[in-house]
């Protein structure tokens, strides 16, 4: 199909030191000088293993947050080329066939492909080590999208997943312990039937499980209970007036985490929506 859009773009920014709340959870250790690496460990915990049961309206129930995730600090797995040192990277491309293949789109979502743009950004993982993800937004809010990662960058903020959110992930059993940082995904408002701003690709999720969405009893993800107590601070949450926040706003984009009911702690927008 026919994909307009402009060639790629790439910036460059130089990384400070980082401040305490932003540091990653977990340090990477570096390899012993001499001899073999050591054998990684084995995960803590496996997301998306363990469905949830159903509650009446096809959520999950809303249980306990397991031991394992109360520090969440899972290792962010490569699927893109990591960054090449510790220096921020984007690039803006047209919308490739294949990753809108493998994305949410489908003839019926509000926004047309050549209206998207395909980005890829350098992160900090809860592992200490920059990776690359990906992400599908609006071609109107790509240059801003890449200046307020190149600055979550730069503070060190971790993230532990950013891709294309897939299909069958619409429509699959509740884990209830993803934590994708994303955007476009074609979907209604979350209890409306008109579209999100995410089916636009002008809405960004950070962090889901560390920034729940609560509203009533609902809290979502259903594990992320131990992540509304926001006073106790732990890496990738996101506070009123943090740099994560400030970047956002410096683009004209508005916090969920504001607003009272419901609180969308992960969601940012450029719509207020």
């Known amino acids: 199909m026919g994909l307009a859009g402009c060639g790629p773009q ?9 401040s305490p709340l932003f540091a990653p959870a977990s340090p990477a250790t570096p390899p012993p000088a001499t001899g073999a690496a050591p054998a990684p460990e084995p995960p803590r915990w496996k997301v998306g293993a363990k469905p949830l049961p159903r509650r009446p309206d096809g959520l999950g129930q ?20 990591p960054p090449a040192g510790d220096r921020y990277a984007s690039t803006i491309a047209a919308v490739p066939a294949d990753v809108l293949k493998r994305s949410t789109w489908q003839p019926a979502c509000p ?3 050549a209206a998207l743009r395909y980005l ?11 990776h690359t993800g990906e992400m599908i937004v609006n ?14 960058f730069a503070e060190r903020f971790p993230l532990e997943e950013m891709r294309v959110t897939r299909p069958d992930e619409l429509t699959a059993a509740p ?14 408002a979350r209890g409306q ?22 509203k009533g009893d609902l809290v979502l993800p259903e594990l992320a209970s131990a992540y509304l107590d926001r006073g106790n601070l732990r890496p990738g949450m996101l506070l009123p007036g943090d740099p994560v926040v400030r970047a956002f706003s410096s683009i004209g984009w508005s916090w969920g985490g504001s607003w009272t009911s419901p609180k969308d702690r992960m969601h940012f927008s450029a719509t207020g929506n």
């Open 193 to 214: 039937a008109n579209w999100s701003a995410h089916a636009y690709g002008l809405a960004v999720d950070v962090n889901p499980f560390c920034n729940p969405y609560t």
């Open 120 to 130: 890829t950004m350098s992160f900090w993982g809860f592992d200490g080590r920059p």
């Open 62 to 81: 809303i249980l306990p947050t397991p031991p394992e995730l109360e520090n969440r600090a899972l290792p962010t797995a490569d699927f893109l080329p």
């Open 10 to 18: 790439g910036t460059e920014t130089p990384q400070p030191t980082p």
């Open 175 to 188: 884990t209830g312990d993803g934590n994708d940082t994303s955007a476009f995904v074609c979907r209604p």
């Open 139 to 152: 071609a109107s809010a790509a240059d801003g999208v890449t200046k307020v990662f190149g600055r979550l």
């Open 111 to 113: 926004v047309a492909p």
